[in-house]
């Protein structure tokens, strides 16, 4: 069992996307360097990963057709790949989640339960369980988000078919996980008093109005289930807004005849917002004000209403800059040019998927925002998801729902306490 525990954690470091934290890892929650939470963030999140580019990027070649990454799920033309790979540094300070990647095979959570990495989290989790350091509610409610977000993919691997060493080495980072989630909690009334940064952001970043009561924007809810708040593992809730071309007399109508036409001529703009989820001093999942990652399409046409283009820009959120600065919103922009990585399939939300092939042997592909996006939405850009399911005439007619609300935030917290993964972590909190 020695040996091939010793053979992983050799081929992670080979082949995988390698640790690095030490003199360059990120100053997020205080300028020290030897700040524990400095530390912890730097094992969950700071990387070197090996990546290939497409042929947006000229400099990177030479080039070469590889269908693993685009032929499942790009209609038309699309870019080749670097035959080369180069070293990139992630130092994690963006909209994604621990101990990435966890698509399909969890490689990143699995490479935490061997050491080095195991080893350093424990000595981490433990220094942080040991800190006394005063910390902000705003800073409590980011650093629970990130614990959350390692808990979840190494509770599966606990209480999965792993074999009892892996099993064993799961069960004891998510107990120190768990104390510590319990640890910093918030109270209800340090939840509501976090900041609204996404309101906080719109003055600067040019955001539009999206929740002003009676305003252009629509809340749009159709089926009960949401693909973006289940690969969250409901730890997050997403909300999908719209921006119709004209303002509809009769919005009802207007949302079922969006269901049976084609639904990107009604829409001038859509928004996809990912709201922060946490886990507060009772032991309930109660909904924060704080927006992790916000997503706008733009659609162009011409006179006659015919689509010319879709513009996308995405705004990460940065706990450096948030921290820094509560009151700016604390969003990282990106645009259609900006460097992504490629989606490995339509339910894709993690952050550096490999390609498709075996697990640690191939390595994932950067592109721009603008292809990540019309890998799902077509290649035009337009395609709607939400009004893409299956028998429609079997649901609900779809709604607009009124601002404020709590709808959907309210939806997500339920499913996610009725969830054994949820349970469990409470009990490891000692909340209850």
């Not at 629509?218 to 973006?228: G, N, S, T």
């Amino acid at each position: 069992m020695r040996a091939a525990l010793l053979a992983v954690a050799l081929l992670a470091l080979v082949q995988g996307p390698r640790l690095a934290p030490g003199p360059g890892a990120p100053l997020i929650y205080s300028g020290r360097a030897d700040d524990s939470w400095n530390r912890l963030f730097a094992l969950l999140f700071t990387r070197d990963v090996r990546v290939r580019y497409t042929s947006e990027f000229p400099d990177r070649g030479p080039f070469h057709d590889d269908p693993r990454v685009f032929d499942m799920f790009v209609s038309g033309t699309h870019p080749e790949v670097s035959s080369r790979v180069f070293d990139r540094h992630e130092d994690g300070d963006r909209a994604v989640d621990a101990l990435y990647p966890t698509f399909l095979n969890l490689t990143g959570p699995s490479d935490a339960l061997v050491n080095p990495l195991r080893g350093e989290l424990v000595k981490a989790l433990n220094a942080a369980l040991d800190d006394r350091t005063p910390r902000t509610p705003l800073a409590r409610a980011l650093m629970q988000a990130d614990l959350w977000s390692a808990y979840d993919p190494l509770a599966r691997i606990q209480y999965g078919r792993a074999d009892g060493a892996i099993r064993a080495s799961a069960y004891e980072l998510c107990d120190l996980i768990g104390k510590l989630i319990g640890r910093i909690a918030l109270t209800r009334a340090e939840i509501a008093s976090l900041p609204d940064n996404y309101a906080d952001a719109r003055p600067t970043a040019a955001l539009p109005d999206l929740f002003r009561p009676g305003g252009e924007w629509m809340e749009v809810m159709w089926a009960p289930f949401h693909m973006h708040d289940q690969e969250a593992d409901y730890r997050r809730v997403a909300r999908v807004l719209m921006r119709p071309v004209s303002v509809p007399r009769n919005v009802p109508g207007f949302l079922a005849a969006a269901t049976r036409e084609y639904p990107q001529r009604s829409f001038a703009q859509v928004a996809l917002v990912m709201q922060m989820m946490l886990v507060d001093s009772t032991g309930h999942v109660v909904a924060s004000p704080l927006a992790q990652d916000v997503q706008l399409r733009t659609f162009t046409r011409a006179a006659d209403g015919t689509l010319r283009s879709t513009s996308v820009s995405e705004f990460e959120l940065s706990r450096r800059k948030l921290l820094a600065n509560p009151s700016s919103g604390g969003f990282l922009r990106f645009d259609d040019g900006s460097e992504a990585y490629v989606a490995v399939s339509g339910n894709d939300y993690g952050f550096a998927t490999p390609m498709l092939g075996m697990p640690r042997a191939t390595q994932p592909t950067i592109s721009t925002l603008h292809v990540r996006c019309n890998a799902c939405h077509g290649p035009d850009g337009a395609h709607l998801m939400s009004f893409a399911v299956q028998d429609p005439e079997r649901l609900p007619p779809p709604r607009a729902l009124p601002q404020p609300n709590d709808e959907r935030r309210a939806a997500v917290a339920r499913e996610k306490e009725a969830r054994d993964d949820f349970k469990r972590l409470v009990a490891l909190t000692g909340l209850r």
